[in-house]
T-cell receptor, first 113, second 111 residues
Framework: DGGITQSPKYLFRKEGQNVTLSCEQN?????MYWYRQDPGQGLRLIYY???????QKGDIAEGYSVSREKKESFPLTVTSAQKNPTAFYLC????????????FGQGTRLTVV | QQQVKQSPQSLIVQKGGISIINCAYE??????FPWYQQFPGKGPALLIA?????SEKKEGRFTISFNKSAKQFSLHIMDSQPGDSATYFC??????????FGSGTQLTVLP
């Protein structure tokens, strides 16, 4: 089955720690995205990548980092510099350069304890 | 800066009624307007989408109405069912193919 897999589903982090959220897709999509979802604020773009070894900042990139070493994988690291990291994180992918739908993973809920 | 404004924030409809969610966009470069449906604890899934060269698109009980001059579009859910209870997001996308989302509408359909 093709799709996007995010792991873990739930993640707890102590203040001051970095954590990495995994996102893997087997849809052969070139473009991948990370969104943050907070109640009443919709989905906000953190980072996106249109091709391997290249990525761009989205609207709220501060305190986050990404890598794109493989087409299938786009991990997101939430660093200790992110002041309010508790949120629902969503990874998505789409075909590059086409008007087409973005496919989303099931999300990772990160809680700082 | 919010480029897609969505209303209402929440909506309660009786079973069999019509649910209407409205969105307005600012970026005239947008050329693709999807609606996503999200159930609690899940990722959003594409429901229906429209391009600005048409004024309406219908898929089953779901219809998008698009007004290019007013820079507005809306989702109509006919014969709303309890299973339609979810959060709905409108979005716009331009040449960069990044989706800019509205703030979401939590729809509750009462049995």
């Amino acid at each position: 089955d093709g799709g996007i897999t995010q792991s873990p589903k739930y993640l707890f982090r102590k203040e001051g720690q970095n954590v990495t959220l995994s996102c893997e897709q087997n849809l052969n999509h070139d473009a991948m995205y990370w969104y943050r979802q907070d109640p009443g604020q919709g989905l906000r773009l953190i980072y996106y990548s249109q091709i391997v070894n290249d990525f761009q900042k989205g609207d709220i990139a501060e305190g986050y980092s990404v890598s794109r070493e493989k087409k299938e994988s786009f991990p997101l690291t939430v660093t200790s510099a992110q002041k309010n990291p508790t949120a629902f994180y969503l990874c998505a992918s789409s075909l590059q350069g086409q008007i087409t739908e973005a496919f989303f993973g099931q999300g990772t809920r990160l809680t700082v304890v | 800066q919010q480029q897609v404004k969505q209303s209402p924030q929440s909506l309660i409809v009786q079973k069999g009624g019509i649910s209407i969610i409205n969105c307005a966009y600012e970026n005239t470069a947008f050329d693709y307007f999807p609606w996503y449906q999200q159930f609690p604890g899940k990722g959003p899934a594409l429901l229906i989408a429209i391009r600005p060269d048409v004024s309406e698109k219908k898929e089953g009980r779901f219809t998008i109405s698009f007004n290019k001059s007013a820079k507005q579009f809306s989702l109509h859910i006919m014969d709303s069912q309890p299973g339609d209870s979810a959060t709905y997001f409108c979005a716009g996308s331009g040449s960069a193919r990044q989706l800019t989302f509205g703030s979401g509408t939590q729809l509750t359909v009462l049995p």
